[in-house]
């Protein structure tokens, strides 16, 4: 068995918490303190709470279900004449069956909703809350001070010292009886029927008994650990439907932005493809077509460009470089029926017998800008069809 803290829930508000460190069967000193306190000892290890006796009834329910869904619908109504109150204010809580039917554990709902509100403000999150009396061995009972808790064969329960000749006025004592110093002497007085065995402190006899494997988790139902859990999904279930939403959204908006994108590109590739094989109608479409259209340009091709306005001016262009030495196209574009082309010539002069061939071709030319970078000088020129309203632009 792993290390566990047992932490004794007070009977009463003046008394301290009592807690220990148990390896395995082997328990650690005791400990005793304010809640807070032993939330510093206990931190995130594993914690059992052991509720005082008198908080917790017991009892075996013989009803024709299984499963735990079955049980806590059918036990409450099945029992519901044994207690005083609604059933609807009591946690119940299931363990073995038997012939005398399933074991049965009930406890307030308020104080076991009490415990575990002042546990989790603590920081203390507990995997087992049991009674304390469900750790005794069968047959037993326990007289610490003033406070009596037994395990008469399944039937848990617990009381004062006043109450313990009432419980075996028969003189049919249990045949184990342990007391604390603190309670030796009153007991004596009582003579039992059977022989008390002493133990110091009554915390490291609890957990010490291997019948804390068996007792009772009253953390079931609307109280285990799966179900707090369920608590904060369904309190965060809008927050949480709000933000996948929002990432739905973002991921469709994306996905639709891809889409778009994908579509303008396959569309600007036909429409260059349609051009290029226009232009070249003998030559493949290649992932770089750069140098065959410079080729054409400089009659390099098969034949000229064909097509519309602008490769008629393209075409033009193309003839009027033949024969230019020192003199390339850096850039062309094509808009409101005109080229913008960068030129990059030697020298100013060596522009002039491309404009004169442009001119000659029937066309009008205007010098938008020149400068000089690197020994040559960059020329910005606007190439249009004579008389057009953009050819001075």
Not at 126 to 134: D, G, I, K, M, T
Not at 191 to 198: N, Q, R, V, W, Y
Not at 276 to 296: D, F, G, H, V
Not at 340 to 359: G, T, Y
Request: charged share 20%; with cysteine; hydrophobic share 45%.
């Amino acid at each position: 068995m792993a290390k566990t803290y047992f932490l004794r829930w007070p009977a009463n508000a003046t008394d301290s918490f009592q807690w220990l460190l148990a390896n395995g069967d082997t328990p650690g000193p005791v400990e005793l303190g304010t809640l807070s306190v032993a939330a510093g000892h206990i931190g995130s290890n594993r914690c059992c709470v052991l509720l005082p006796a008198d908080w917790v009834m017991s009892t075996r329910a013989n009803v024709p279900v299984r499963g735990a869904q079955a049980l806590r619908q059918a036990v409450p109504y099945a029992l519901e004449d044994q207690f005083a109150i609604d059933v609807d204010r009591l946690q119940f809580a299931f363990g073995d069956r038997s012939a005398a039917g399933v074991a049965v554990q009930t406890v307030d709902k308020s104080l076991l909703t009490e415990v575990m509100d002042e546990l989790q403000a603590a920081g203390i999150r507990p995997l087992r809350v049991v009674a304390e009396a469900s750790l005794l061995p069968p047959d037993t009972v326990l007289v610490d001070g003033n406070r009596v808790v037994f395990n008469g064969e399944g039937q848990l329960g617990g009381t004062d010292i006043d109450m313990l000749p009432l419980l075996f006025s028969d003189g049919s004592w249990p045949s184990q009886l342990v007391i604390t110093p603190s309670s030796q002497t009153a007991v004596a007085r009582m003579k039992p029927g059977a022989e008390a065995m002493l133990v110091e402190e009554s915390l490291p006899f609890l957990a010490s008994q291997t019948a804390a494997a068996k007792a009772i988790n009253l953390l079931q139902g609307e109280f285990a650990p799966e179900a707090e859990l369920a608590k904060y999904v369904k309190r965060w279930r809008l927050p949480l439907a709000m933000a996948a939403a929002v990432a739905v959204a973002l991921f469709v908006g994306k996905f639709i932005d891809l889409r778009d994108l994908r579509q303008q590109n396959d569309a600007l590739y036909a429409e260059v493809k349609s051009v290029y094989e226009s232009a070249l109608p003998n030559a493949r479409l290649t992932a770089n077509p750069k140098p065959i259209i410079e080729r054409a340009l400089r009659g390099g091709g098969d034949a000229p460009l064909t097509g519309g306005v602008a490769l008629e001016l393209i075409n033009a262009m193309g003839t009027a470089l033949k024969g230019q030495k020192n003199t390339e196209i850096t850039s062309m574009g094509y808009r409101s029926n005109g080229l913008d082309v960068r030129l990059q010539v030697p020298d100013l002069p060596a522009l002039s017998p491309v404009e004169k061939a442009l001119q000659a071709a029937g066309l009008e030319t205007t010098i938008q800008s020149t400068s000089v970078r690197n020994d040559k000088t960059e020329v910005r020129m606007r190439v249009a069809a004579a008389g057009s309203e953009v050819a001075g632009r």
